[in-house]
Each structure stands twice: as structure tokens, then as C-alpha cells.
């Protein structure tokens, strides 16, 4: 690795890392690459808002705190870390059931996590969710 290379490897580390701390993430969601270890979810309950935000049959992706919930049936609710697997960037779209990576095209279900096309070989990570008075909360219980 050249210089210049592990310099910006080195600023990239440095910069990931208080994005991930200031978002209160379990682990770093940017990576220098390769499947694994991209994985992102709160260390602390998350309350993401309304369920009834949810449509039944489809998702809605929550890009800010790295998750999306989907509600395969009605009061039926399954969340995700919203980064993707392959290279840690944050999916930004979702339509339906699923979900889009921006930076190489990998496609996932946002009811199950599975990868629906490459390059990611991963699913995404799920994450607890529960609805408390009328809130989704993701993450640990409190």
C-alpha cells in the first residue's frame, strides 16, 4: 500500500468512525470493502415513528438511523440494518419490498434481508423491532 493509499485508508477510518459514533452504531458501517463487517444497527432503542407509516406489503427505509422496516402483514413489522452488506454504503431507495444500494447496484427484500442481486453475496443483518404505543421502536429493548 502506498502512502498515499494508507493515508486515505487512514482518514476514511477516522472520518467512519465518528459518523458511526455520533449515530450510536454497534459497528463501522463504512468499509475499505470485501462481504462482512459492514454491518450497522443501534446500540440503544431507536423510536423510528409512527407504524401506521408502515404500508401492509411494503417498506420504508429510515436512511438516517442505517435501517428499514417492512410489514409483510398487517401488525407484522421486520427491520434491517439499511447498509448493505458488500461494501458498507447505506441503501437509498426502496420500493415494495426492495431495497437499492446505490454504489453497486446489490438489491435486497426487506421483509426477509436476502440478496436479490449482487454483487452483495449477504444478507442484511435484522434488526428488533416492536411497536410501543403506537412507535416503532428498533433495537434492544430498554
Known amino acids: 500500500m502506498s ?4 493515508h486515505l485508508s487512514s482518514r476514511r477510518s477516522v472520518l467512519c468512525a465518528g459518523a458511526v459514533a455520533g449515530l450510536g452504531l454497534a459497528t463501522a458501517a463504512c468499509s475499505g470493502g470485501g462481504d ?3 454491518q450497522a444497527s443501534p446500540t440503544t432503542a431507536v423510536e ?6 408502515i404500508p401492509v ?3 420504508k427505509l429510515y436512511r438516517e438511523q442505517r435501517l428499514v422496516v417492512s410489514q409483510p402483514s398487517e401488525g407484522e413489522f421486520a427491520a434491517f440494518s439499511a447498509v448493505c452488506t458488500h461494501q458498507g454504503c ?4 426502496v420500493h415494495k419490498e426492495e431495497g437499492s444500494c446505490p454504489c453497486h447496484g446489490s438489491r435486497f427484500d426487506v421483509s426477509t434481508g436476502e440478496v436479490l442481486q449482487g454483487p ?3 444478507p ?3 434488526v428488533p423491532v416492536r411497536v410501543k404505543g403506537g412507535k416503532l421502536v428498533a433495537g434492544p429493548k430498554d
Do not use: R
Open 3 to 6: 502512502e498515499n493509499d494508507q
Open 36 to 38: 462482512g463487517g459492514t
Open 48 to 53: 423510528l415513528g409512527s407504524s401506521g407509516d
Open 57 to 59: 406489503g411494503g417498506a
Open 90 to 93: 447505506v441503501l437509498d431507495e
Open 120 to 122: 452483495a453475496t449477504k
Open 124 to 126: 442484511l443483518p435484522e
